[in-house]
T-cell receptor, first 117, second 114 residues
Framework: GAVVSQHPSRVICKSGTSVKIECRSLDFQATTMFWYRQFPKQSLMLMATSNEGSKATYEQGVEKDKFLINHASLTLSTLTVTSAHPEDSSFYIC?????????????FGPGTRLTVT | AQTVTQSQPEMSVQEAETVTLSCTYDTSESDYYLFWYKQPPSRQMILVIRQEAYKQQNATENRFSVNFQKAAKSFSLKISDSQLGDAAMYFCALTQGGSEKLVFGKGTKLTVNP
Protein backbone atom coordinates (compact mmCIF):
# COMPACT_ATOMS: atom_id res chain seq x y z
CA GLY A 1 0.00 0.00 0.00
CA ALA A 2 0.81 3.74 -0.05
CA VAL A 3 2.18 3.88 -3.59
CA VAL A 4 2.92 7.18 -5.27
CA SER A 5 3.62 7.47 -8.98
CA GLN A 6 5.15 10.27 -11.00
CA HIS A 7 4.97 10.93 -14.70
CA PRO A 8 7.09 11.36 -16.67
CA SER A 9 10.19 9.78 -15.16
CA ARG A 10 12.41 11.75 -17.51
CA VAL A 11 11.73 14.78 -19.65
CA ILE A 12 13.85 16.93 -21.88
CA CYS A 13 12.52 20.29 -22.98
CA LYS A 14 13.82 23.35 -24.73
CA SER A 15 14.53 26.58 -22.95
CA GLY A 16 11.46 28.79 -22.78
CA THR A 17 8.91 25.99 -22.91
CA SER A 18 6.76 24.66 -20.08
CA VAL A 19 6.64 21.14 -18.73
CA LYS A 20 4.09 19.45 -16.47
CA ILE A 21 4.88 16.71 -13.97
CA GLU A 22 2.10 14.61 -12.49
CA CYS A 23 2.08 13.03 -9.06
CA ARG A 24 -0.56 10.45 -8.18
CA SER A 25 -1.37 8.49 -5.07
CA LEU A 26 -2.44 5.13 -6.44
CA ASP A 27 -4.02 3.32 -3.52
CA PHE A 28 -4.84 6.00 -1.00
CA GLN A 29 -6.25 9.49 -0.72
CA ALA A 30 -3.71 12.19 -0.08
CA THR A 31 -4.85 15.30 1.74
CA THR A 32 -1.44 16.84 1.34
CA MET A 33 1.20 16.48 -1.33
CA PHE A 34 4.68 17.90 -1.36
CA TRP A 35 7.11 18.85 -4.08
CA TYR A 36 10.84 18.61 -3.57
CA ARG A 37 13.86 19.39 -5.66
CA GLN A 38 17.08 17.45 -5.32
CA PHE A 39 20.43 18.45 -6.76
CA PRO A 40 23.11 15.80 -7.32
CA LYS A 41 24.54 14.39 -4.11
CA GLN A 42 22.40 16.70 -2.01
CA SER A 43 19.42 16.38 0.24
CA LEU A 44 15.83 17.10 -0.67
CA MET A 45 14.74 20.71 -0.72
CA LEU A 46 11.05 21.33 -0.09
CA MET A 47 9.58 23.59 -2.74
CA ALA A 48 5.92 23.67 -1.80
CA THR A 49 3.10 22.00 0.04
CA SER A 50 -0.25 21.52 -1.64
CA ASN A 51 -3.58 20.65 -0.12
CA GLU A 52 -6.47 19.42 -2.21
CA GLY A 53 -8.70 22.23 -3.33
CA SER A 54 -6.58 25.08 -2.02
CA LYS A 55 -3.60 27.11 -3.11
CA ALA A 56 -0.15 25.70 -2.58
CA THR A 57 2.14 27.06 0.08
CA TYR A 58 5.57 27.82 -1.31
CA GLU A 59 8.84 27.82 0.59
CA GLN A 60 10.84 31.00 0.80
CA GLY A 61 12.81 31.63 -2.35
CA VAL A 62 10.65 29.45 -4.61
CA GLU A 63 9.05 31.41 -7.44
CA LYS A 64 5.30 30.83 -7.42
CA ASP A 65 4.85 31.96 -10.99
CA LYS A 66 7.57 29.69 -12.30
CA PHE A 67 6.56 26.55 -10.42
CA LEU A 68 2.80 26.25 -10.68
CA ILE A 69 1.23 23.64 -8.46
CA ASN A 70 -2.30 22.33 -8.74
CA HIS A 71 -3.86 19.79 -6.41
CA ALA A 72 -7.20 19.19 -8.07
CA SER A 73 -8.15 15.94 -6.36
CA LEU A 74 -7.20 13.74 -3.45
CA THR A 75 -5.09 11.59 -5.75
CA LEU A 76 -3.45 14.04 -8.15
CA SER A 77 -1.11 16.98 -7.89
CA THR A 78 0.75 18.59 -10.78
CA LEU A 79 3.86 20.73 -10.96
CA THR A 80 4.28 22.89 -14.04
CA VAL A 81 7.65 24.45 -14.66
CA THR A 82 6.91 27.50 -16.79
CA SER A 83 9.37 29.13 -19.17
CA ALA A 84 11.99 26.59 -18.22
CA HIS A 85 15.67 27.49 -18.28
CA PRO A 86 18.76 25.31 -17.99
CA GLU A 87 19.10 26.20 -14.30
CA ASP A 88 15.73 24.51 -13.70
CA SER A 89 17.28 21.20 -14.68
CA SER A 90 17.05 18.99 -11.63
CA PHE A 91 15.43 15.95 -10.07
CA TYR A 92 11.92 16.67 -8.85
CA ILE A 93 10.26 14.41 -6.30
CA CYS A 94 6.72 14.45 -5.00
CA UNK A 95 5.40 12.89 -1.84
CA UNK A 96 2.02 12.42 -0.22
CA UNK A 97 0.52 11.97 3.18
CA UNK A 98 -2.45 9.73 3.70
CA UNK A 99 -5.60 11.10 5.22
CA UNK A 100 -5.42 8.41 7.85
CA UNK A 101 -1.76 8.84 8.72
CA UNK A 102 -1.27 9.48 12.38
CA UNK A 103 2.49 9.50 12.29
CA UNK A 104 3.06 12.04 9.58
CA UNK A 105 5.21 9.91 7.33
CA UNK A 106 5.34 10.81 3.68
CA UNK A 107 5.34 8.38 0.79
CA PHE A 108 7.49 9.37 -2.13
CA GLY A 109 7.17 9.09 -5.87
CA PRO A 110 10.07 7.78 -7.96
CA GLY A 111 11.05 11.25 -9.13
CA THR A 112 11.27 13.07 -12.45
CA ARG A 113 14.52 14.09 -14.04
CA LEU A 114 14.08 17.36 -15.91
CA THR A 115 16.69 18.47 -18.40
CA VAL A 116 16.31 21.87 -20.04
CA THR A 117 18.40 22.40 -23.15
CA ALA B 1 13.25 26.15 13.94
CA GLN B 2 13.82 22.49 13.38
CA THR B 3 17.21 21.20 12.31
CA VAL B 4 18.56 17.75 11.50
CA THR B 5 22.28 17.03 11.41
CA GLN B 6 23.97 14.00 9.94
CA SER B 7 27.67 14.30 10.67
CA GLN B 8 28.82 11.32 8.60
CA PRO B 9 28.80 12.11 4.87
CA GLU B 10 29.96 8.57 4.08
CA MET B 11 30.15 5.25 5.88
CA SER B 12 31.16 1.78 4.81
CA VAL B 13 30.51 -1.65 6.22
CA GLN B 14 31.40 -5.22 5.37
CA GLU B 15 28.61 -7.46 4.27
CA ALA B 16 26.98 -9.25 7.25
CA GLU B 17 28.45 -6.74 9.70
CA THR B 18 26.65 -4.05 11.71
CA VAL B 19 26.82 -0.33 11.09
CA THR B 20 25.37 2.67 12.93
CA LEU B 21 24.44 5.93 11.23
CA SER B 22 24.26 9.03 13.40
CA CYS B 23 21.64 11.75 13.48
CA THR B 24 21.05 14.61 15.87
CA TYR B 25 18.18 17.02 15.76
CA ASP B 26 16.82 20.10 17.37
CA THR B 27 13.23 21.09 17.95
CA SER B 28 11.41 23.13 20.53
CA GLU B 29 8.31 21.00 20.34
CA SER B 30 7.48 18.01 22.53
CA ASP B 31 5.31 16.35 19.89
CA TYR B 32 7.40 15.24 16.95
CA TYR B 33 8.26 12.26 14.78
CA LEU B 34 11.57 11.02 13.46
CA PHE B 35 12.23 8.99 10.35
CA TRP B 36 15.00 7.30 8.46
CA TYR B 37 14.57 7.19 4.70
CA LYS B 38 16.72 5.25 2.27
CA GLN B 39 17.46 6.45 -1.25
CA PRO B 40 19.13 3.77 -3.39
CA PRO B 41 20.67 4.52 -6.80
CA SER B 42 17.19 4.37 -8.32
CA ARG B 43 16.52 7.52 -6.26
CA GLN B 44 13.21 6.19 -4.95
CA MET B 45 12.85 7.35 -1.36
CA ILE B 46 11.90 4.46 0.90
CA LEU B 47 10.76 4.76 4.50
CA VAL B 48 12.98 2.56 6.64
CA ILE B 49 11.77 3.24 10.16
CA ARG B 50 9.88 5.81 12.20
CA GLN B 51 9.87 6.80 15.84
CA GLU B 52 7.26 8.74 17.76
CA ALA B 53 8.86 11.07 20.29
CA TYR B 54 6.36 10.13 22.98
CA LYS B 55 7.37 6.48 22.80
CA GLN B 56 10.29 5.47 24.99
CA GLN B 57 10.76 2.14 23.27
CA ASN B 58 13.16 2.17 20.35
CA ALA B 59 11.58 1.29 17.02
CA THR B 60 12.67 -1.88 15.24
CA GLU B 61 11.99 -3.13 11.73
CA ASN B 62 13.67 -6.45 11.02
CA ARG B 63 17.41 -5.70 10.64
CA PHE B 64 16.91 -1.99 11.24
CA SER B 65 16.66 -0.47 14.69
CA VAL B 66 17.08 2.95 16.20
CA ASN B 67 18.68 4.28 19.34
CA PHE B 68 16.45 7.18 20.32
CA GLN B 69 17.99 9.33 23.03
CA LYS B 70 15.41 12.05 23.60
CA ALA B 71 17.34 14.10 26.14
CA ALA B 72 20.40 14.14 23.91
CA LYS B 73 18.25 14.69 20.80
CA SER B 74 19.94 11.81 19.09
CA PHE B 75 18.39 9.31 16.70
CA SER B 76 20.85 6.81 15.29
CA LEU B 77 20.08 3.97 12.90
CA LYS B 78 21.61 0.55 13.35
CA ILE B 79 21.69 -1.85 10.44
CA SER B 80 22.46 -5.43 11.41
CA ASP B 81 23.65 -8.17 9.09
CA SER B 82 24.29 -5.64 6.34
CA GLN B 83 23.39 -6.71 2.84
CA LEU B 84 24.58 -5.43 -0.53
CA GLY B 85 21.10 -4.06 -1.12
CA ASP B 86 21.47 -1.78 1.87
CA ALA B 87 23.90 0.39 -0.08
CA ALA B 88 22.20 3.76 -0.47
CA MET B 89 21.93 7.30 0.79
CA TYR B 90 20.26 7.42 4.17
CA PHE B 91 18.39 10.52 5.27
CA CYS B 92 17.28 11.29 8.78
CA ALA B 93 14.13 13.43 8.93
CA LEU B 94 12.01 15.19 11.51
CA THR B 95 8.48 16.53 11.55
CA GLN B 96 6.67 18.26 14.34
CA GLY B 97 3.20 17.17 15.30
CA GLY B 98 0.73 19.49 13.63
CA SER B 99 3.27 20.49 11.00
CA GLU B 100 3.16 18.92 7.59
CA LYS B 101 6.78 19.49 6.68
CA LEU B 102 9.63 17.04 6.84
CA VAL B 103 13.05 18.47 7.59
CA PHE B 104 15.85 16.34 6.21
CA GLY B 105 19.47 15.96 7.15
CA LYS B 106 22.12 16.10 4.44
CA GLY B 107 22.36 12.35 4.22
CA THR B 108 24.92 9.61 4.75
CA LYS B 109 26.13 7.52 1.85
CA LEU B 110 26.44 3.90 2.94
CA THR B 111 28.67 1.52 1.01
CA VAL B 112 28.46 -2.21 1.65
CA ASN B 113 31.59 -4.12 0.78
CA PRO B 114 31.28 -7.78 -0.23
Amino acid sequence: GAVVSQHPSRVICKSGTSVKIECRSLDFQATTMFWYRQFPKQSLMLMATSNEGSKATYEQGVEKDKFLINHASLTLSTLTVTSAHPEDSSFYICSARTTSSLSYEQYFGPGTRLTVT
Amino acid sequence: AQTVTQSQPEMSVQEAETVTLSCTYDTSESDYYLFWYKQPPSRQMILVIRQEAYKQQNATENRFSVNFQKAAKSFSLKISDSQLGDAAMYFCALTQGGSEKLVFGKGTKLTVNP
